[in-house]
T-cell receptor, first 115, second 116 residues
């Protein structure tokens, strides 16, 4: 049973370019969460999605960042016009039911470097 | 404002001894707490959790203690093994209006090194 898959594992972008990060949840999981880890920091919640729905995007920066989880295919975190401060590790997690208390299983992360 | 604090950036223990990792929180609405372990270049791996209705939860070599009045929790690893060397993150969540605890708030982590 494959775990949470993220790609690419490493992504280098120049300032002003777009970054697209993909996340495939564990089989049978329909709830996806994105977290960002800045250097020397803990993980910070960004967004929670179910298939075709954004449930909570309270942790997303207001501009340049967007997320989707289409009916078919992986969840995508999109960062437009990247800046150096976007350099971080971006982790995706998934859970099966989105219940009251449920363990989130994390992927290996995408390390974004903005030059 | 950091709601979950792990004040020790690192901890070094001898193999076979006890490792105690500490975590403090400020948000009294947190009611579910988790510990994750992370190796370099990998994602966090769930270790153990505890609900606020309990003060202790045990799973093999891992035990988590919760002191609600002190807003403090700790993870005990006994006996410690070299393979336990990793960064340990404490995380907490509070139930929202919909009854879900999905939004995890993480501490900055503690690097545990277990020496052979």
């Amino acid at each position: 049973n494959a775990g949470v898959m993220q790609n690419p594992r490493h992504l280098v972008r120049r300032r002003g370019q777009e970054a697209r990060l993909r996340c495939s949840p564990m089989k049978g999981h329909s709830h996806v969460y994105w977290y960002r880890q800045l250097p020397e920091e803990g993980l910070k919640f960004m967004v929670y999605l179910q298939k075709e729905n954004i449930i909570d995007e309270s942790g997303m920066p207001k501009e340049r960042f967007s997320a989707e989880f289409p009916k078919e295919g992986p969840s995508i975190l999109r960062i437009q016009q990247v800046v150096r401060g976007d350099s971080a590790a971006y982790f995706c997690a998934s859970s099966p039911f989105g219940r009251q208390i449920e363990t989130q299983y994390f992927g290996p992360g995408t390390r974004l470097l903005v030059l | 404002d950091q709601q979950v604090k792990q004040n020790s950036p690192s901890l070094s223990v001898q193999e076979g001894r006890i490792s105690i990792l500490n975590c403090d929180y400020t948000n009294s609405m947190f009611d579910y707490f988790l510990w994750y372990k992370k190796y370099p270049a990998e994602g966090p791996t769930f270790l153990i959790s505890i609900s606020s209705i309990k003060d202790k939860n045990e799973d093999g070599r891992f035990t988590v203690f919760l002191n609600k009045s002190a807003k403090h929790l700790s993870l005990h690893i006994v006996p410690s093994q070299p393979g336990d060397s990793a960064v340990y993150f404490c995380a907490a969540s509070e139930r929202n209006s919909g009854g879900s605890n999905y939004k995890l708030t993480f501490g900055k982590g503690t690097l545990l090194t277990v020496n052979p």
